[in-house]
């Protein structure tokens, strides 16, 4: 029997071509009719009996009631090796076997039955099978269960049968005799005029023979080699791709079966070639849409065959429930042009319905979502027609903002959309709540007793900072029908759809469009520019994404061997360095900057995307606005790359910036809290004579707040990387633990202490020069406890072990029950973990005020927004160049918990004090002091005075001046300005 993937290519062929009907009234953008409306009266009888979606064989229609999953694989370990597996915009979850049980061959299978009885709405599943409790031995990528493509019993019921193979990817067969069986290990180009095959069988180490090898072109039997492990067919001429190649082939172990595979030209992809013969240079890919009429352009150069599907429901029966919604208004074969561009023009206004492609190729034949489409349906399943224009809200297109001269103007703020208003103290418009809408929503506020806070909205307005980074926004791999789903969207699956999840009607894809241009619009309206944070690294699922399904194995990147790459740590890498991806992510980036009027965009492991691709971004954003802000995470998931992608090497002349870690970590410590070698202490928690006995993180700690990425007295010019408007400082974002978390766990969990140290941590962010950067909450101590006994906290617990601290204040009762849990990459938590409780702000309020200060503080003097790479006093030698930035280390009594900084740029000199802390160290001298006297004038017969502009102790008086020196305690921060 045929592996699962190609059975049905041939049954599912003639649904290309069938019949197009009369097109109807598609209403206007924001008030179509229900997505539940009976389509009857607007389908002609030719419509109802011939254009019906279900096209397979009887016995492979339905959802399944349980999925009988079979495993095998070399070793039988069945106690190290588990499934892991999940539902469409669902969580994944390890589980155990049901049983483990031996087949007639003498071969062992593991077996699970999965209760698919909840998951009605699902098309399928995804699995990989991984060791136990850690992800070595990970099979990828995930793969795929597509109920529609298996035989289910009378009861519903289905069965699967995984086998991996030597490169880790899960093959499927309907019989365990077909698992077991002698099979085809691949047939593929290795050039446009060369077939290679090759036979796999049981035992890895011996090749089965083949009794005979075939070749297939469009059905047609080309070339036969008879017997050998291995096959290689020679063309004539070179390879159309267009055409479907098959690889035939029986073996001595089973002549009666005869096994296929289609030929897969992934080898062919990075030849001079296949670039000369299919790259587009067009901008024209999608639904291009008029009044008259809409063209439909798909890049598809390895497909058989394409056909568009229009539809009047948004999202297929299974999701909506209707019978009536897998029916389509047209269904029409597309025209294969040049460079392997699928085209067809649609007379009609078609603004506002739905549309899919049907496409064949060597991956077999699926109805996928457009990857161009710029709106969908629920769960992004079907594309969207719509014209742009009318979806803006009024006004839209005349927004304003303030001028900024350099990034480093920037205040950035992250946030995401649901956080904001999910807790039961945001007190807003309840269908608000989580959405695009309540982000935006004006006038909520929270009250404890006599006190009155603002909320949401407001409250990032009254916070003052002049930019927010929203997390993730596009469409996701969410189920949008489940009011509870929560995700921070590092799962992409369209990138030019907005998230639906997010809207108040995710089933109609204009009113997500124009709501989060509302969003976009209300914040500009205050002043504030929206940075997008984007995911073009990865997919959600390389095997489910329309782009695989389109050209498979083109936009995934694969090692040497063939094996598919992993460096983002989920499972598969966008392969953006080939030209059509590359062409994509730039063009996207460009649809959300002029569709959207995004002024920023930060790139997730932003190493793993291509310098070329990198650069046109660039490029490109300074054409449409030069004040587009572009930075990124300077690694990614398998490796570190920091700062030298960005100051010394691939993108030292793009307005590229990186994330600084090494300043973050410095600060207050990594991300790993249960360290035992104590990296979650930074140079906030240490005491004097660990500070004094290393300097390492003192002088990262300056080189952050001089506008420079790793040691400030670093002075070699190929590791001094000394430029503020590429260094993004901070101490926390969405995937570290919480500023404040941190330092309870880091300082035995003393509360008062612990809002000091974490406001003296954005405070150096917020005071150094560079991009200042932190995490929506920080100014309220946002906390992110969960819950370990609910069935999320528990999974999260075991699968995120390094990104979950517990702390147990009775660590001698063995069973004490008082423990705290806190969430550190609190992704896939609930949206009870990740979001503001707004009574913090009550009892924080004082701490909230001071980071006002200090946001204002920053707005008003342009010393800290300085944006040239600045000078370092280093020995006694101060550069000529730029301007000059000064610490004093050498003060006798200068604790190395202390930081005295002068900053001089073109107003009048300002000073920033810093102390950590100071006590608790009982080695001789200045160390175990619990003040510190700062001095900025040593002679005594000299009159110096500043000005004091902030103190976060409220020692001393916002406008008093002082003479020649002040004290500071532990965790105080003091800003003057020396008055000349």
């Known amino acids: 029997m045929k592996k699962i993937n190609n059975i049905f290519t041939a049954l599912l062929f003639g649904s290309l071509l069938l019949a197009s009907c009369t097109p109807v009234d598609s209403g206007s953008s924001l008030s179509n009719e229900s997505d539940d409306t009976s389509l009857s009266e607007s ?32 070793a039988e370990d069945y106690t190290t090796y588990v499934p892991y597996y999940w539902w469409e915009g669902m969580d994944g979850k390890e589980y155990d076997w049901d049983d483990v049980f031996t087949h007639e061959s003498g071969k062992k299978f593991a077996h699970v039955a999965v209760d698919n009885s909840e998951h009605q709405t699902s098309s399928g599943m995804s699995i990989i099978f991984k060791k136990k409790l850690q992800w070595d031995g990970q099979t990828k990528p995930d793969f795929f269960i597509d109920f529609s493509a298996y035989p289910k019993d009378e009861n519903m019921e289905m069965s699967v049968w995984c086998v991996p193979n030597a490169k ?23 050039s446009f005029q060369t077939i290679n095959a090759k036979s796999r069988g049981l035992d890895k180490n011996v090749l089965p023979v083949a009794t005979y090898w075939e070749l297939y072109r469009n059905d047609e039997k080309i070339d036969q080699i ?21 690889v035939k082939a029986a073996f001595v172990s089973d002549p009666s079966r005869q096994k296929s595979m289609a ?15 299919y790259n587009y240079t067009g901008n024209d890919l999608g639904a291009t849409y008029t009044s008259a009429g809409t063209t439909f352009k798909v890049w598809a150069p390895t497909s058989y065959a394409m056909s568009l599907r229009i539809y009047r429901a948004n999202a297929p029966t299974r999701i909506t429930g209707s019978a009536m919604d897998d029916y389509f208004l047209k269904n029409l074969p597309m025209t294969r042009g040049d460079k392997g561009v699928y085209s067809l023009y649609v007379e009609g206004d078609w603004h506002g319905r739905y549309y899919t492609y049907v496409v064949t190729n060597s991956g077999g034949t699926a109805e996928v979502c457009d990857p161009y489409a710029v709106s969908a349906g629920t769960n992004g399943i079907r594309g969207q027609i719509l014209d742009l224009t009318q979806t803006d809200p009024e006004g839209f297109r005349d927004m304003s903002l303030p001028a900024i001269a350099a990034p480093t103007d920037l205040t950035v703020y992250e946030i995401h959309v649901q956080d904001l208003t999910t807790d039961d103290t945001w007190t807003g418009t309840e269908e608000n709540r989580g959405k695009f809408l309540g ?17 949401g909205f407001d409250h990032i307005v009254e916070l003052g900072v002049n930019t927010v980074q929203i997390m993730p926004f596009y469409d996701q791999a969410n189920d949008e029908t489940n009011p509870d789903s929560y995700n921070w969207g590092y799962n992409p699956q369209n990138y030019n759809v907005v998230e639906g999840g997010y809207s108040s009607q995710p089933s109609n894809g204009a009113i997500r469009v124009n709501e989060f241009k509302q969003v976009v619009q209300k914040f500009a309206s205050k002043g504030i520019r929206v940075v997008m944070d984007v995911v073009y690294n990865h997919m959600a699922s390389m095997s489910s994404s329309s782009f695989n399904r389109l050209v498979p194995d083109y936009f995934f990147r694969r090692d040497a061997q063939g094996i598919l790459k992993n460096e983002s740590g989920v499972g598969n890498d966008f392969a953006t360095e080939r030209t059509m991806a590359s062409k994509f992510i730039v063009e996207s980036v460009k649809f959300w900057a002029e569709e959207y009027q995004i002024k920023g965009f930060r790139f997730d492991l932003m190493s793993l995307i291509d310098d070329n691709t990198l650069y046109k971004i660039a490029d490109e954003m300074a054409l449409i606005d030069p004040e587009i802000v572009l930075w990124g995470e300077p690694w990614s998931g398998g490796g570190y790359v920091g700062a030298p992608k960005v100051y010394d090497t691939s993108l030292k002349n793009t307005n590229f910036a990186a994330f600084n870690d090494v300043g973050r970590n410095a600060t207050k410590g990594n991300n790993n809290l249960n360290s035992t070698y104590g990296e979650q202490y930074g140079w906030l928690q240490k005491e004097p004579a660990h500070n004094a006995g290393t300097y390492e993180y003192l002088n990262k700690v300056k080189a952050m707040m001089s506008g420079q990425n790793g040691n400030y007295y670093d002075k070699n010019p190929l590791t001094r990387y000394n430029n503020p408007r590429k260094n993004v400082n901070y101490v926390g974002c969405h995937d570290n633990f919480s500023v404040f978390d941190q330092m309870l766990a880091t300082n035995a969990h003393d509360y008062d202490l612990a809002k000091d140290m974490s406001l003296i941590a954005n405070a150096l962010v917020l005071t150094s020069l560079g991009i200042p950067f932190f995490q929506g909450g920080d100014e309220i101590m946002r906390t992110k406890v969960f819950d370990p006994t609910t069935e999320i906290g528990a999974n999260f617990l075991t699968s995120h072990r390094n990104e979950a601290y517990v702390y147990d204040p009775t660590p001698t009762s063995a069973n004490s029950g008082d423990e705290i849990y806190y969430s550190g990459n609190s992704y896939n938590l609930e949206a009870s973990v990740n979001s503001y409780k707004w009574d913090d702000k009550i009892s924080n309020l004082a701490y909230f005020e001071l980071y006002q200060d200090l946001i204002a503080l920053r707005k008003d003097h342009a010393t800290f927004r300085l944006s040239s790479p600045q000078s370092a ?6 550069s000529s160049v730029g301007y000059d930035f000064n610490f004093w280390q050498d003060v006798e009594d200068l604790s190395a918990s202390a930081i005295a900084a002068a900053y001089l740029g073109d107003e009048a000199p300002i000073y920033v004090f810093v102390a950590g802390r100071l006590y608790g160290d009982d080695t001789p001298g200045t160390s175990s002091a619990t003040k510190q006297n700062i001095a900025w004038e040593l002679n005594p017969t000299k009159s110096v005075y500043t000005r004091v502009l902030f103190d976060s102790a409220n020692v001393y008086p916002v406008g008093s001046e002082y003479l020649n020196n002040i004290n500071l305690s532990s965790y105080q921060i003091v800003v003057l300005e020396r008055i000349v």
Not at 168 to 190: N, P, Q, R, W
Not at 873 to 878: A, D, K, L, N, Q
């Open 226 to 246: 008879e017997g050998g492990t291995t096959a290689t067919f020679t063309l004539s001429a070179d390879a159309d791709l267009s055409d479907r190649y098959e």
């Open 43 to 74: 389908l002609s009888s030719e419509e109802t009996s011939s254009e019906i979606s279900s096209e397979v064989g009887e016995n492979y229609e339905g959802i399944p009631t349980v999925v009988h999953i079979y495993y095998r694989n070399d």
């Open 873 to 878: 006093i280093v020995g006694g030698e101060v």
């Open 168 to 190: 880790l990817e899960v093959e499927s067969f309907l019989s365990a005799e077909d698992a077991l069986g002698d099979t085809i290990d691949y047939a593929k180009f290795t």
């Open 439 to 455: 982000l935006i929503e004006e006038g909520t506020t929270y009250t404890a007793g006599e006190l009155t806070v603002k909320t």
């Open 263 to 277: 030929v897969n030209p992934v080898e062919l992809f990075d030849t001079q070639a296949f670039n000369n013969l």
